[in-house]
């Protein structure tokens, strides 16, 4: 449940029921990908990436004990079912963390924004 000004919302309706509170409350086109531009990073800016070095490194920051880049075989090839930068090469527990801040620094100031 997220706690919003029309009270309660079930999120169990997915994203589709979360899109239309975004849309309908707050007047915002949630698919138009600049609606949640927050972060003035450009590097940080889109991590849009499956089990690479973003996802990694959050979790390598978070809970270290479920990261097993051991796991993932050697061979010089991008692994599969991982989209995005290499995590055995380019994730850490830093990277991780600043990850983690700019998203909740970039939120911040969205809300701020639409609060407005």
Do not use: W
Request: hydrophobic share 40%; proline share 3%; aromatic share 6%.
């Amino acid at each position: 449940m997220l706690n919003d000004e029309a009270g309660f919302t079930d999120l169990r309706r997915g994203i589709d029921g979360l899109a239309r509170i975004i849309r309908f409350q707050f007047h915002l086109d949630p698919y138009d990908k600049n609606t949640f531009d927050f972060v003035e990073d450009d590097r940080l800016r889109f991590q849009n990436d499956h089990a690479a070095a973003n996802e990694t490194s959050i979790i390598m920051a978070v809970r270290p004990e479920l990261v097993q880049l051991e796991r993932i075989r050697d061979g010089g090839k991008q692994p599969v079912a991982v989209a995005g930068a290499d995590p055995r090469t380019d994730a850490s527990v830093e990277y991780g963390v600043e990850i983690l801040e700019t998203n909740v620094d970039a939120l911040c100031r969205g809300i701020e924004q639409l609060l407005k």
